[in-house]
C-alpha cells in the first residue's frame, strides 16, 4: 500500500465518528505524515519549502470556510392584543422560547394596562376614582408616571384621563356613535391629568373625582414594543422587527449590517403603499393619523383623535404625524401630542428633546421634517413622487 493511502486509511479510522469533517484539521494532518513519512525524500529543501508553504495556505482556506455560517432564514410570529396585530420578526436566532416569552411579555402589559379589562389595574383605578388610591405594579406606575410627563410637556394636548371622551365615542370600538352636545360637555370638566395623583413609594394612583377614566391607549403600545425588545435581548436577538399595528421599533441592523428600510404609511392610499423610506438601526418609527380608525357618518369622517379641549375629532390640516427616537415609550406618545398640537408648537416641543424627530405630511402632499432630518442625521428616500419636502 503506498503512503498517500496508508494515510488515508488511518486518517479515516480517526475521523469515522467525528462529523461533520473538518478539512482543515485533515490537511493537517497531511501535513504532518509527509513530514514524518519522508513522503518526498528526493526533493530539495526548496522544493520542500513550496510544498510546505502550499498545504499552509490549503489549511488555512479550509479553515476559514468551515468557519463560514451559512444564514439564518428569519421567521415571524402574529398575535391580536393590545386591541391590533402585533407582529414579531427575527433575523439572526429565532426560536420557538424567544417569541413565546416576548408575546407572554406584551399579553402581560395588556392585561395589566387595557381599557376594556375588568381585572387590569388601569380599570381597578377608575373604579376608585374619587374614592382611594390604588396600588399598582411597575410597570402601570411607570406607565401612568411617563404619560403625565408627556402630557405636562404637551400642555394637555396628550392627555390619560381622555377616557370619558373615548368611551363616549368608542371609535374602534364595538358602539361607534356621536356623543350629543349634551353629553361631551359633561364629560369635558373630567379631563385632566393634574388631577391624577402618584406616590412613588407605594406605586399608587389616585384620580381625584369621581368618574374620571384613565386610558393609556396613547403610550401602552410604545412601552410593549421597548419591553419585548428587551425580552428578545435576553434570547441574544440582535436583529429583528417590532410592529404593533405600526409602532415599529427595528432592533440592531440587518443581518448584513446595513440599516433597515423602514417605510411611512400614505395615509391618502392603501396600506403598503409609502411615502418615505427611512434608514433605520435600533429606532422606533411611530405615526399617527386619522386614517387608522374612523366613524363615518351621514358622509362625514370622524377620527379617533380627540381634542381634550373640545371633545371633537381634532381638525387638522396634517394627515399624520411620524416619530423617529430611539425609545418607543415616548415615541408613542409624542406622534399623538403633535398631531394635536400642530406644526408650530409640535416642532417645538420636538426641538426640545434630545435625540427625536418628526415627519408631517399635509393634506396636500407636503412633507414637513424637523430640524436633524433638514440636518442629514436620518437619511430617507421619498418613494411617491406626488408628494415633496418643503425646506
Sequence with gaps: MSGIKVWWTRRKQRIEYIQP?????????????????????????????????????????????????????????????????????????????????????????????????????????????????????????????????????????????????VQAWDIGGDNPHKPSQE?????????????????????????????????????????????????????????????????????????????????????ESDRGTYVMILNLVDTSLVTSGPYERFLELEGKVYHHILDTQTGYPIDSDFTSVSIITHNSFLADALSTSLYALGYEKGMALVDGLEGVEAIFFTKDKQILVSQGIKDGKLPYTISDSSYSIVQ
Design 21 to 165: 469533517i473538518r478539512l482543515d484539521l485533515v490537511l493537517l494532518d497531511w501535513l504532518h505524515f509527509l513530514c514524518n513519512n519522508r513522503i518526498m525524500p528526493t526533493c530539495n529543501m526548496k522544493t520542500k519549502r513550496t510544498h510546505f508553504l502550499f498545504v499552509c495556505i490549503l489549511v488555512l482556506v479550509a479553515f476559514f470556510s468551515s468557519c463560514t455560517k451559512k444564514p439564518v432564514e428569519s421567521q415571524s410570529q402574529s398575535f391580536l392584543m393590545l386591541g391590533t396585530v402585533c407582529k414579531i420578526t427575527i433575523y439572526d436566532n429565532p426560536s420557538d422560547e424567544a417569541f413565546s416569552a416576548a408575546f407572554a411579555r406584551l399579553r402581560e402589559i395588556e392585561n395589566l394596562m387595557s381599557l376594556h379589562k375588568e381585572s387590569s389595574e388601569i380599570a381597578k383605578i377608575n373604579a376608585q376614582a374619587g374614592k382611594q388610591a390604588v396600588t399598582v405594579s411597575l410597570d402601570t406606575f411607570s406607565v401612568v408616571k411617563k404619560a403625565l410627563e408627556i402630557a405636562h410637556l404637551s400642555s394637555g394636548a396628550f392627555d390619560p384621563t381622555i377616557g370619558p371622551l
Design 183 to 267: 353629553e361631551i360637555d359633561s364629560l369635558l370638566p373630567l379631563i385632566g391629568y393634574e388631577r391624577v395623583l402618584l406616590d412613588d413609594e407605594t406605586h399608587s394612583v389616585f384620580l381625584t373625582d369621581p368618574h374620571m377614566v384613565l386610558d393609556l391607549g396613547g403610550i401602552a403600545k410604545g412601552y410593549a414594543a421597548d419591553e419585548a425588545a428587551k425580552v428578545l435581548a435576553q434570547f441574544d436577538v440582535k436583529s429583528a422587527i417590532i410592529n404593533l399595528g405600526g409602532n415599529v421599533l427595528t432592533v440592531g441592523k440587518k443581518p448584513d449590517l446595513s440599516a433597515w428600510k423602514i417605510g411611512i404609511q400614505d395615509p
